[in-house]
């Protein structure tokens, strides 16, 4: 199946910055999610968004629903050490298939103290 | 406390030897699908149920079986494991009726097939 186009591969940050992250796709989808994954743990749901042009937060994380709903972003304001993971970006469209989800292919998140 | 449990956690298995792994969700989602994680390859749907006693194929279905008998459960079996099955595994459940249909993931069962 396809992937979603994840940018950047891999950040390596100071603690205290600001970090971006994009996904893009050339598919239209109704529900954006972000996930954060620790080596060997499952993917933990960060932010959803379900309207086009949505911009929501989760503490020091903002994302958004691209207006075209082929994109979004996520940011993480002030970034701490435990911040280190792996941010994955997912598409979901609901239809005849169920939730189909459609993972780009994460970003590594590496925090220097 | 909700939440998507898989079991076990490891496994370390020989060739052929039939083997199940478990999921089981307490929020009562309709929808719930497994994923294998290999590096370089991202998260790949394997088999996903959009409820009772209805399967269907995801995107590496080859070499793995499921089954819905209740909601709340939906395993994954490997009659004959391979080498090549060895991954880190996933469930997830979502719920296809409400307006929040994000996904939920077990915390992964990593598998390795001698």
């Known amino acids: 199946g396809q992937q979603l186009n994840q940018s950047p591969q891999s950040m390596f940050i100071q603690e205290g910055e600001d970090v971006s992250m994009n996904c893009t796709s050339s598919s239209i989808f109704n529900t954006w999610l972000w996930y954060k994954q620790d080596p060997g743990e499952g993917p933990v749901l960060l932010i959803a968004?379900?309207?086009?042009?949505e911009l929501t937060s989760n503490g020091r994380l903002t994302a958004q629903f691209g207006i075209t709903r082929k994109d979004s972003f996520l940011n993480i304001s002030a970034s701490i050490p435990s911040d280190v993971g792996i941010y994955f970006c997912?598409?979901?469209?609901?239809?005849?298939?169920?939730?189909?989800?459609?993972f780009g292919g994460g970003t590594r998140l590496m925090v220097k103290p | 406390e909700a939440q998507v449990t898989q079991n076990p956690r490891y496994l370390i298995t020989v060739t052929g030897k039939k083997l199940t792994v478990t999921c089981s969700q307490n929020?009562?989602?309709?929808?719930m699908s497994w994923y294998r994680q290999d590096p370089g390859l991202g998260l790949r749907q394997i088999y996903y149920s959009m409820n009772v006693e209805v399967t269907d194929k995801g995107d590496v279905p080859e070499g793995y079986k499921v089954s819905r008998k209740e909601k709340r459960n939906f395993p994954l079996i490997l009659e004959s494991p391979s080498p090549n099955q060895t991954s880190l595994y996933f469930c997830?459940?979502?719920?296809?009726?409400?307006?929040?249909?994000?996904?939920?993931f077990g915390q992964g069962t990593r598998l390795t097939v001698v």
């Open positions: 968004l379900y309207k086009a042009g």
């Open positions: 929020m009562n989602h309709e929808y």
């Open positions: 997912a598409g979901q469209l609901r239809g005849n298939a169920g939730n189909m989800l459609t």
């Open positions: 997830a459940s979502s719920s296809t009726t409400g307006v929040n249909t994000e996904a939920f």
